[in-house]
């Protein structure tokens, strides 16, 4: 358990699988917290879509907040095993040709979108996604969405891949499985956009969990993940 706490937490593909970060009880909770917060939000966007909305700026503190939550509630589980929140970066002992790869990785994953997009639309057909009550309208909104961009990939990336993943993996002894298992719940977790969106974000969080299994970091997968979020709300 000590030399544990020092390692990687993200996981690599030829890795044993890990001791578990926290307790089931502490996972089970996790999860109803997180279809709880994607229930909401589909209630959000069907009631929002008809009326204008004067100020996303409240919305998009709330959305923040939601995130820091999500990540206070994991930390306390993984406290109770000694481990803390930085330790789920998987960024301790890195040298520069690692952090050249992960910044190479980041651009690479951020890009995938571009390229995935047309290939998904073709296999699913067009959809449109039920965000409009998120997207920015207004300068200091567009603003804000990059905070809340940021925050997002930051946040999400500690608790789908840094956190959710391991403890899939160290559960069922299968990393193919946790990644799987990780990306439909995350997917799961934006079925506000419309059951098409939830899919492709599904998709995307197996990427985000293949870079994190590859690098032994959610970094670059944060990285990459604050860029698509911030392009997509810009509509860039």
Not at 37 to 59: E, G
Not at 101 to 114: E, H, N, Q, S, Y
Request: charged share 15%.
């Amino acid at each position: 358990m000590t030399n544990s706490r020092h390692k990687p937490l993200a996981g690599g593909f030829a890795d044993p699988a890990p001791p578990p970060l926290a307790s089931v009880r502490h996972l089970r909770r996790f999860l109803y917290i997180a279809i709880g917060i994607a229930l909401a939000m589909l209630l959000q966007a069907r009631r929002s879509s008809p009326a204008p909305i004067s100020s996303r700026v409240p919305l998009y503190v709330g959305l923040i907040a939601v995130e820091l939550t999500l990540v206070w509630f994991v930390a306390i589980g993984i406290r109770a095993r000694g481990f803390k929140v930085i330790d789920l970066l998987g960024y301790r002992g890195r040298k520069t040709f690692d952090v050249t790869i992960d910044v190479l990785a980041a651009a690479g994953t951020a890009a995938i979108p571009r390229f995935l997009g047309p290939i998904l639309f073709q296999l699913l057909g067009r959809w449109t996604s039920q965000t409009g009550f998120l997207l920015p309208a207004t300068a200091f909104e567009s603003v804000v969405w990059i905070v809340v961009s940021i925050a997002a990939g930051t946040c999400e990336e500690l608790v789908y891949r840094g956190y959710l993943q391991r403890q899939l993996w160290s559960l069922t002894k299968s990393l193919p499985l946790a990644l799987a298992l990780q990306s439909v719940i995350f997917g799961f977790g934006h079925i506000y956009q419309g059951w098409k969106p939830a899919l492709v974000t599904a998709i995307y969080g197996l990427v985000f969990g293949l870079v994190a299994a590859w690098r032994r970091s959610i970094v670059p997968g944060a990285i990459a993940h604050a860029v698509v979020d911030i392009l997509g709300g810009l509509r860039l």
